[in-house]
């Protein structure tokens, strides 16, 4: 029970470093909408007052684990997921008698630490290289980026790698985290108990933390959405606006033209060290799936809840024998072949969509890109509907070889 629960946050959250023998690759950006110079890399305080002027709170459309509120002159209380209160304020400001308590950072933020892969990706909306200047640490290796914005700035020392990941656990060094002297620490529900004792430390230690929730919204467009609560810290909250509101409408389209479409039935988990687990039928993917017009063959498997549950590879075989497409929820550089599959459960080689191609996982990159939820919404509709997506080009999810050479691993 302890191994299945661990196993849950960790899928469920996007955490999957551990535990996967599965895919990844290389995604590209939703279309931008704007291209500021590093000289604008920061929002206006002006156009953020405009927006939400005092006593009003952030719009928000599908997430649930965030808010915050305005007061004047651009200053604003934001809760994160455990319901942390702070106060952000304009360079300069002081706080209000009523707000001194609270915690307080000066905006736009500097000397951050993304505790996560996944937090960075939200920044990828605003395409300018500067935001991530902000950024002093992060767990990640350098090599492990696949764009330049941060890839050189691990390379050249300006932003340290400040954990570690391996097959089984997630790790932090106190020693770099505290070296750093960050001014904010954005913390998530990470893997294990290491996110906890994180977040021990840095209450010991007296740096402030937030807490991100994006992993824990019901609904992937709520994931999604969580780029306005990272906007906030850069006075972007029109800009972010503008994007999420745009890849909604993209979702919505796709939806439109798939509703008349025929459902294939498809399922979706991985299999990893001998084991199988499945998307429950009430997570987040089970209902991308069905949102890009698919049947899902897990339905009745943990029907009200997130995450994953374990089946037998007998069950798995039984019910993907009458499906037509299985997704792997493992990147590439844990298993890039659908024999790196069927070696650890050789009865799937027979089912049909393994003997006819039909078998895709996510790559590598696809939960360091967040930002591009609406992607991974139209990349499942043109992988169950070829017809209605004709050439199109995937950079979320890619179809799986039988066999690769030792060379092309």
């Known amino acids: 029970m302890k191994m299945k629960a661990f196993l849950n946050k960790a899928i469920a959250y996007g955490i999957m470093l551990a535990f996967l ?11 931008l909408i704007t291209e500021p110079s590093a000289a604008t890399a920061y929002g206006s305080v002006d156009e953020v007052e405009a927006m939400y002027p005092a006593g009003s709170s952030m719009e928000l459309e599908y997430a649930q684990n965030f808010s915050i509120q305005y007061l004047k002159d651009g200053m604003k209380i934001l809760t994160d997921g455990q319901q942390r209160k702070m106060l952000l304020l304009q360079e300069g400001q002081k706080a209000p008698a009523e707000y001194k308590d609270l915690p307080k950072v000066t905006l736009p933020l500097n000397k951050g630490i993304y505790s996560s892969a996944t937090q960075v990706g939200y920044l990828r909306a605003f395409n300018n290289d500067a935001l991530f200047d902000s950024i002093v640490g992060v767990r990640m290796k350098a090599e492990e980026w696949d764009f330049d914005a941060m890839k050189n700035r691990m390379l050249s020392g300006q932003i340290k790698d400040i954990g570690d990941n391996t097959m089984t656990s997630t790790s932090y060094n106190y020693e770099i985290i505290q070296s750093l002297e960050p001014r904010l620490v954005f913390t998530s529900q990470g893997m294990g ?15 402030l933390y937030l807490f991100d929730g994006s992993s824990m919204e019901p609904d992937y467009r709520g994931t999604m959405e969580w780029v306005k609560f990272y906007a906030a810290f850069y006075n972007l909250e029109k800009e972010a606006d503008e994007y999420f509101n745009q890849a909604m409408s993209r979702i919505d389209g796709m939806k439109e033209k798939v509703k008349e479409a025929p459902k294939p039935r498809v399922g979706w988990g991985i299999v990893t060290m001998g084991k199988v687990y499945v998307e429950n039928g009430g997570s987040r993917s089970a209902q991308m799936v069905r949102d890009a017009g698919a049947e899902y063959i897990f339905d009745d498997i943990g029907a009200d809840q997130d ?8 069950e798995l075989y039984n019910r993907l024998s009458e499906a037509d497409i299985f997704l792997n929820r493992g990147m590439p550089k844990y298993g890039p072949d659908l024999k790196s599959i069927t070696d650890q459960a050789p009865i799937l080689v027979e089912l049909p969509c393994f003997k006819e191609g039909r078998v895709w996982q996510i790559t590598d990159n696809y939960w360091s890109t967040y930002h591009n939820i609406d992607q991974k919404y139209i990349e499942l509709a043109a992988i169950f509907h070829p017809e209605l997506y004709p050439d199109h080009q995937f950079e979320n999810f890619v179809l799986m070889p039988e066999c690769m050479d030792a060379g092309e691993k």
């Not at 023998?21 to 279309?31: D, F, I, Q, R, Y």
């Not at 995450?307 to 590879?313: C, E, K, W």
Request: include cysteine; charged fraction near 20%; glycine fraction near 12%.
């Open 307 to 314: 995450g994953v549950t374990s089946i037998s590879v007998e």
């Open 21 to 31: 023998v599965l895919p990844s690759g290389c995604a590209k950006e939703t279309p």
């Open 193 to 207: 108990a290491e996110q906890g004792k994180l977040m021990e430390m840095l209450d010991q230690a007296g740096i």
